[in-house]
Nanobody, 122 residues
Framework: QVQLVESGGGSVQAGGSLRLSCAVFGFSDSSYYMGWFRQTPGKEREGVATIDSDGTGNYADSVKGRFSISQDNAKNILYLQMNSLKPEDTAMYYC????????????????WGQGTQVTVSS
């Protein structure tokens, strides 16, 4: 059974940093794609960053230059380093995993974590 467990959320002032982690359990191999998404009440979930099999990150325009996605070598922990945080980054952040990049990049991943709250105050 696949399970994704996020951690690292919290409250921070604008300009601060946080690092989110997502521990992955249950995949039978390492050929899956991963990404981070976020959602605020009343809004649709939006993609934040995804990572390709070669480690290349793909970012939403709103976070480029501030956020960085990475995986450990064993690909069982996904990270999101968030710097220069802004109040508009406040959201519930979810990690996601899927065997296809197509579904991942369109927010249609088959596996999702429970989310971790990030709150940025001005």
């Amino acid at each position: 059974q696949v399970q994704l467990v996020e951690s690292g959320g919290g409250s921070v002032q604008a300009g601060g940093s946080l690092r989110l982690s997502c521990a992955v359990f249950g995949f039978s191999d390492s050929s899956y794609y991963m990404g981070w998404f976020r959602q605020t009440p009343g809004k649709e979930r939006e993609g934040v960053a995804t990572i390709d099999s070669d480690g290349t990150g793909n970012y939403a325009d709103s976070v480029k230059g501030r956020f960085s996605i990475s995986q450990d070598n064993a690909k069982n922990i996904l990270y999101l380093q968030m710097n220069s945080l802004k109040p508009e980054d406040t959201a519930m952040y979810y990690c996601a995993a899927d065997y296809t990049a197509y579904r991942m990049r369109r927010g249609r991943a088959n596996y999702w974590g429970q989310g971790t709250q990030v709150t940025v105050s001005s």
